[in-house]
């Protein structure tokens, strides 16, 4: 085995590692509100983002050095399997990579559900082909770690890779923001970084995008499931 194979085996043991550290629930953590997934079932639309608040050590991290509410965003893309409760969200996993999910797994969580404005059946229909598209593909570590150096304000070792115009193509791994905003982006809806962190870096590239910048962007509005006290 070379020394480049090997050293690239230890640092996919390691992502592995930290990945199930990170994916451990927080202790005594509750959300202030939760949304039913019925709820949901019955207002969500083709294209649709959803803000979650997460209950995780990486939800918990990434809130911390973000500020926000939220730690996750995801796309509604509709029912791709038959059944009463079908897998019809695409989202980017820290440790499964990009791969569909149930409303069903977003029992008990804060969801928020946001609507691109101004756009027909037939964009939202491409934005959810095209982030199903992207099913099987690979987290990318490099990327997150990158961006939380950033908002730590650490020197980082290395930049994350440019695009043309913001938007990687040809990409394969995702962070769970950057997979939702290269969908838009490539629809002519860009979703820029608003975090001072990132701002001075590029204001146009939406690689620097995390999960908050979503619900401040004015591509979006709001649409409100019914909502019970946990």
């Known amino acids: 085995m070379s020394i480049l194979r090997l050293i690239s085996d230890m640092r996919a043991r390691l992502f592995a590692a930290l990945a199930v550290f990170f994916m451990q629930p927080v202790e005594g953590y509750g959300p ?3 949304t039913d997934p019925e709820s949901l079932s019955a207002v969500l639309r083709n294209g649709d983002v959803l803000l979650t608040e997460g209950n995780t050590r990486a939800a918990a991290l990434i809130k911390r050095i973000t ?3 939220w730690s996750h965003v995801s796309m509604y893309v509709g029912p791709l399997e038959q059944g009463p409760d079908p897998r019809c969200i695409v989202e980017a996993d820290i440790a499964a990579g990009v791969r569909s999910i149930r409303l069903s797994e977003l029992q008990g969580m804060n969801v928020r559900v946001l609507r ?3 756009l027909n059946d037939a964009v939202r229909d491409r934005l959810a ?3 199903v598209g992207q099913i099987g593909g690979e987290y990318d570590h490099r990327h997150a770690w990158a961006l939380a150096r950033r908002f730590l304000r650490l020197a ?3 930049g994350i890779a440019p695009a043309p115009n913001g938007i990687a193509h040809s990409a394969t791994r995702f962070i769970c923001s ?3 905003a290269n969908a838009f982006a490539l629809v002519g809806y860009p979703i820029l970084p608003i975090h001072t962190a990132v701002a ?3 204001t146009a590239d939406h690689r620097y995008v995390m999960p908050g910048d979503f619900e401040r962007a004015s591509v979006f ?3 409100n499931p019914g909502q019970e006290k946990a």
């Open 200 to 202: 001075a870096v590029s």
């Open 221 to 223: 509005e709001v649409v």
């Open 129 to 131: 082909q095209w982030v």
């Open 67 to 69: 500020r926000s509410t």
């Open 178 to 180: 950057s997979l939702l």
């Open 116 to 118: 691109p404005i101004g």
């Open 32 to 34: 202030a509100t939760t």
């Open 156 to 158: 980082p070792k290395s």
